[in-house]
């Protein structure tokens, strides 16, 4: 089970920017999913996650009104959507599944799935 995040890149404040994150081997419906962003020296925060349903969704303060998440219909994709980016936006990117509690697919059951990808690279210029 591995998450892929694409679309990161170096934008001008005011820019707009969408960020993929592809499932390979599941599928969102038994996860939830977030995006997070980490800058050197700091520890990863929470930008948005949307629940299971994938009608549940959470924002961190600054970011309300400006990016959005969202799931494809085939619940493999999750996007972040970001409007008038900001200097303070810049950090890289990861996507997190998290299954919550044990994770079956059919009838082969796991221990609780928490999966993140290796990033990507958002700069926003003053």
């Known amino acids: 089970l591995v998450v892929t995040e694409s679309g990161g890149d170096s934008v001008q404040s005011g820019g707009s920017l969408t960020l993929s994150c592809e499932a390979y081997?599941?599928?969102?419906?038994?996860?939830?999913a977030s995006w997070d962003r980490q800058t050197p020296g700091e520890e990863r925060v929470l930008v948005a996650r949307?629940?299971?349903?994938?009608?549940?969704?959470t924002y961190a303060d600054s970011v309300k009104g400006r990016f959005t998440i969202s799931r494809d219909r085939a619940k493999t994709m999750v996007y972040l959507q970001m409007n008038n980016l900001k200097p303070e936006d810049t950090g890289v990117y990861y996507c997190?599944?998290?299954?919550?509690?044990?994770?079956?697919?059919?009838?082969?059951?796991?221990?609780?799935?928490?999966?993140w990808g290796r990033g990507t690279q958002v700069t926003v210029s003053p």
């Open positions: 997190n599944a998290d299954s919550l509690k044990t994770y079956c697919a059919g009838s082969v059951c796991s221990s609780r799935q928490n999966l």
């Open positions: 081997g599941f599928s969102f419906t038994k996860f939830v």
């Open positions: 949307i629940g299971m349903e994938g009608d549940s969704m």
